[in-house]
Each structure stands twice: as structure tokens, then as C-alpha cells.
């Protein structure tokens, strides 16, 4: 399964090479159009319906024409609504526009009066401002309840490489793309629009990608199931992982739910240091739990000086005290790899550079979200992505920006995008859990950037398995369930 996902720039430049490889944008056009037809007659369950396609000015308005010829002679009635003047196509789509031998109306609102199917294919990658005149009134009149929309590339409206939607976009029950999806389909609030997201396979060969280098990838197991650690036969628990954590005094609920993600996850020990007065809360809350009082940081050091104990997580529920201060730069300086979550992102707001030249670096996993990383990194712009890599590169660590599209970014540049999350997660203590699920896998030798995708796809699905009503408790008890359910 390909997990590339090509920034629109990026597509350009695939259509580019395979031209160059000899293959004409006629025929990668008849094959976008072709597969469009497909699609609208699979939505329709075989059965014909009155399709009104709304072609723009562009290539997109082009897939438009070629799916009109395939939908007609497939015997359904197809009206077709233009954007624009006619005699100002071009290139391939003018050459689609011809091959079209029916009737070329105005695109208008009234053209969808007892349409059974819109296809939208007014504009895709190539949108450069927002919506607005008739292509905006064209949006707004696909809204009308029980009329199914199938956007081409993308529903016109939305930027394929930010997920911005410019001005308005209609919310499309199936998306029709080419050879690799782009940002939005897999970014908010574009793919609320995208509805089943279908890439079809126009012919291009997998080769072109070669030159083209990409960095973003969807997040799957397919990515890192060679790396998720297993028990040895004959292992012993020291050889699966030694994670430590940090957990307060008032907040202590946070580190229990990460300490029992961390042993579910494989942990082959987890000790919890705490202030001898939450002693009692942590050491009643699970028997397999290694809990350690200490009175400062001093006492978290000497933890730290044992090398077995090799992960480490910092922030659910710590406060933001000295402690929390003190335990986080002693933690870099010990060169341990970990997680930094939650009280992490207010105890060190603005400061990166004091992160850093302290040994901050790509063994650790910052895990905020959106709140959390204004904190640490400032009001950064551009699309969910752009900022989580952005910080990556900033702060030398894997960066995972929490939400229902997460994106996981490592400092090199790549970046993942998670979308396997039910907003069902969206409850107290679920990022608690998250954050033990990643340290459990960094505990047991995992790459960072690969632990924090798996963490990712695992939380997902641990909120999939459990689904409405779940309690940020029930992740942890649904993890080997999960692993099992995905030969993991
Ligand atoms: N490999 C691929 O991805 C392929 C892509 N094809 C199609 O090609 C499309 C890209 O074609 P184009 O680059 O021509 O892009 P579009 O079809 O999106 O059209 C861009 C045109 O619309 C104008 N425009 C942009 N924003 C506007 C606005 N807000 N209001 C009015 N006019 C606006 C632009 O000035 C430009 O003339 C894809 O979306 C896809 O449908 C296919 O034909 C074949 C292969
Ligand atoms: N709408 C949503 N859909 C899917 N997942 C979501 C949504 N909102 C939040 N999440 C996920 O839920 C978790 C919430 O974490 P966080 O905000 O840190 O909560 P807490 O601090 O209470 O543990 C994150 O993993 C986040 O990605
Ligand atoms: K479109």
C-alpha cells in the first residue's frame, strides 16, 4: 500500500515526469475521467441517475468533460455546466471539451434542479483564491439535502496543501484523486469535506516518485510493524525497557493512566517517582507499578544515574514546579531518550533554547496540542503540518501535534499524518495515555519518530475498538485486544 502523500507542487511535477516518460496529459486525463465515471456509478449503486457535472476553467474541468462522454455512453443523462467561457480552455482540458459531443451550459444554480448527482469538478489543485461570484453560488447550491456530490481531486473550494477551505467547498460524499492523495484529504477542516476518499490509479508509474522525494507520509503499520518490539523467547524483563516516570501530588490520576498504557504497551518495568505524600495513591493503583518516593530532584537524578532505566516521561499531571523544571533538564543531560507532555509545555513556555543547549534532541517525543504548542513554540502559521515540522526543526525533536488529524514530525523533515482517530478520544486523560504508549516503545528500544506513529495508530485504534462512552481507563485495557486484532 503506497502511504506518499504529494503536496500539490509535488503533483505538478509527477504530471511533468510522466510526460516526460512518454505518457500524453490526454491520456492521464481520459484516465481521471474514466475513473470518476466509475466512481459516480459505484455511489449510484449501478443504477443511472440525472448527473449534472460542473466543469471550471482548468484540467479538473477537463476530468469533468472525459467522465460526461463515459457517463453518456454508459446511457446516463448528463447535462454538463461550464465555468467560464468555453474558447478559454486549454491544453488537455480544451482537448476533453471537444471530445464531448453533447450540449455545454452555463454553470448555474438552476442547471441542479432534479439532478440525482452533482460531480464537481469546477477546481482542484490549481485553486489559487478564494470562491467567490458563481463558483461561490455554485457551492452553496450543491448543499441541498439528499443530493450526492462527487468532487474531483478535491471539493473546489479547498487547498489541496493546507486543507484551508477557501471561501466555501461543498462537503462531498466521495472524492475522486489521482495516483497519491494530497494534504487535505487527510487535514482538517478539508477532510470533513472529502467524504470516502478513492485514488485512482491513472497510469502513472511509481517511479516517477524517485525524483520527487517525498516527505509526508498517511500513518500505518505497514510503516513500522517490522519495528514493533516483540518479547524474545528467552528475554527477561530488563531486556524489554525500563521506563521512569514523573507524577505529582494533586493531578495524580494523569501518570496512572500513562503508567498503564506503559505496561500494557510491554514495558518490561515502569517505575513511578513521586513526593512521599501521593506515595500511597500510586503504590495502591497498580500492583505491577514500581513506585519511589523522593523529596526533590536530587532524588530524581539518582534514578536517572541507573542506565537500565533508558525512557523516560515527563509532564502528565507534574505541575509546574521546580521539580518538574529540574527533572526535565537533568533527564536531557543524562541523555535518555522520552516523552515530554502536558505541564512540560507551561513550565517551559518560550523557552527552547534552554531545552536545547540542555541536550533536547530526536530520542525525545514532545506531544502537545494545539493549546500546549503555542506555548512552547509560539503563534506559528501555516497548515497543522507545516507547524509541526516547523517545530521539529526548531527544537531538534520528533514533534507529535495532537488532534484528529495528529501529525507526527521528525526534525529531518518527514512527517506523518494520523487518521485512524475517533473523536471519542477527544476526553480528560486520553493524551496521558497516548504519551504512556509511546514511552512504553521508546522503553523498548523503538526509533522515536516510529514509536510516536505507532503510539499514534495504537491510540486510534484503542479508541476505535472501544468506541462511544469509552473512558480514557478503557484505552490501556483495550491495547492487547488491539495487538492481537492486528497481528502486532
Ligand atoms: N496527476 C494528476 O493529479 C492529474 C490531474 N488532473 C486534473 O488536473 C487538475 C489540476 O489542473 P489545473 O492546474 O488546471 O487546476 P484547476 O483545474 O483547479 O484550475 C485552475 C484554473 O482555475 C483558475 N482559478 C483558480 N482559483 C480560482 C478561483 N478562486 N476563481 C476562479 N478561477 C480560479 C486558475 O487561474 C486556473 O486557470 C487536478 O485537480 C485534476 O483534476 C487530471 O487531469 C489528470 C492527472
Ligand atoms: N476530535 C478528535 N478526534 C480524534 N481524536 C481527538 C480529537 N480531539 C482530541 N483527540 C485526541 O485525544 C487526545 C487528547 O489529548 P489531550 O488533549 O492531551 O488530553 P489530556 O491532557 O486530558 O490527556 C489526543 O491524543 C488527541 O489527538
Ligand atoms: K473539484
New binding site residues.
Given amino acids: 500500500m503506497a502511504h506518499e502523500i504529494l503536496t500539490v507542487a509535488q ?2 511535477s ?2 511533468r515526469a ?1 510526460m516526460q516518460a512518454g505518457i500524453p ?1 490526454s491520456l ?2 481520459e ?3 474514466m475513473a470518476v465515471a466509475r466512481e459516480a456509478i459505484i455511489l449510484c449503486g449501478g443504477r443511472p441517475r440525472p448527473v449534472v457535472i460542473l466543469c ?8 469533468g468533460f ?1 467522465a460526461a462522454r463515459h457517463l453518456s455512453a454508459a446511457g446516463w443523462r448528463v447535462r454538463v455546466g461550464l ?2 467561457d468555453r474558447v478559454a480552455l ?1 491544453g ?2 480544451a482537448w ?1 471539451a471537444e471530445c464531448w459531443t453533447g450540449c455545454v451550459d452555463v454553470a448555474s444554480p438552476d442547471l441542479l434542479s432534479g439532478a440525482g448527482l452533482v460531480i464537481d ?13 458563481q ?1 461561490l453560488a455554485l457551492v452553496q447550491a450543491m448543499a441541498q439535502p439528499g443530493l450526492p456530490v462527487l468532487a ?3 471539493p ?2 479547498i487547498h ?1 496543501d493546507n486543507g484551508v477551505v ?2 466555501a467547498a461543498p462537503v462531498a460524499d466521495v472524492t475522486v ?3 497519491r492523495p494530497k494534504p487535505a484529504h487527510y487535514l482538517y477542516p478539508a477532510r470533513g469535506h472529502v467524504g470516502r476518499l478513492v485514488i485512482a490509479d ?1 497510469g ?1 508509474p511509481d517511479t516517477v516518485l524517485a525524483s520527487i522525494g517525498p516527505t509526508i507520509q498517511t500513518n500505518d503499520p505497514t510503516l513500522w510493524r517490522a519495528q514493533f518490539p516483540r518479547p524474545a523467547v528467552t528475554g527477561h524483563k530488563y531486556q524489554r525497557g525500563h521506563a521512569l516516570i514523573l507524577g505529582g501530588t494533586v493531578m495524580t490520576g494523569a501518570a496512572r493512566l500513562s503508567a498503564r498504557a506503559a505496561l500494557r504497551l510491554g514495558a518490561g518495568l515502569v517505575t513511578l517517582a513521586c513526593e512521599p505524600a501521593a506515595q500511597l495513591v500510586y503504590s495502591l493503583s497498580m500492583p505491577s507499578l514500581i513506585v519511589q518516593p523522593i523529596t526533590d530532584a536530587g532524588g530524581f537524578s539518582e534514578l536517572l544515574a541507573d542506565p537500565r532505566r533508558n525512557a523516560v516521561l515527563l509532564g502528565p499531571g507534574a505541575g509546574t514546579g521546580a521539580l518538574l523544571r529540574e527533572a526535565v533538564l537533568a533527564s536531557l543531560r543524562a541523555g535518555k531518550a522520552g516523552v515530554l507532555d502536558a505541564d512540560f509545555f507551561s513550565s517551559f513556555a518560550g523557552a527552547l533554547s534552554t531545552l536545547r543547549q540542555a541536550g533536547l534532541n530526536d530520542r525525545w517525543v514532545l506531544t502537545p496540542h494545539e493549546g500546549e504548542f503555542a506555548r512552547l513554540f509560539g503563534p506559528l502559521t501555516g497548515s497543522r503540518l507545516d507547524r509541526a515540522r516547523h517545530a521539529a526543526a526548531e527544537s531538534g525533536a520528533v514533534v507529535l501535534l495532537k488532534g484528529p488529524d495528529t501529525v507526527i514530525a521528525h526534525p529531518d523533515g518527514r512527517v506523518r499524518v494520523n487518521h485512524n482517530a475517533p473523536p471519542d478520544l477527544a476526553i480528560a486523560g486520553s493524551g496521558d495515555v497516548l504519551s504512556g504508549l509511546i514511552l512504553a516503545l521508546l522503553a523498548q528500544g523503538m526509533d522515536p519518530f516510529d514509536a510516536a506513529s505507532t503510539g499514534a495508530w495504537l491510540h486510534g485504534a484503542a479508541g476505535q475498538y472501544c468506541g462511544r462512552g469509552l473512558i480514557a481507563e478503557d484505552l490501556p485495557e483495550a491495547v492487547p485486544a488491539v495487538l492481537k486484532q492486528n497481528n502486532l
Fill in positions: 503533483m505538478y509527477v504530471d510522466a496529459g492521464l486525463m484516465r481521471a475521467g471550471g476553467p482548468g484540467n479538473n474541468g477537463g476530468d472525459v465555468l467560464g486549454r488537455d482540458a476533453a469538478a469546477m477546481f482542484g489543485a490549481g485553486l489559487n483564491r478564494p470562491l467567490e461570484g463558483a474531483v481531486d478535491v473546489s473550494g489541496g477557501l471561501g484523486s489521482f495516483f491513472i502513472i
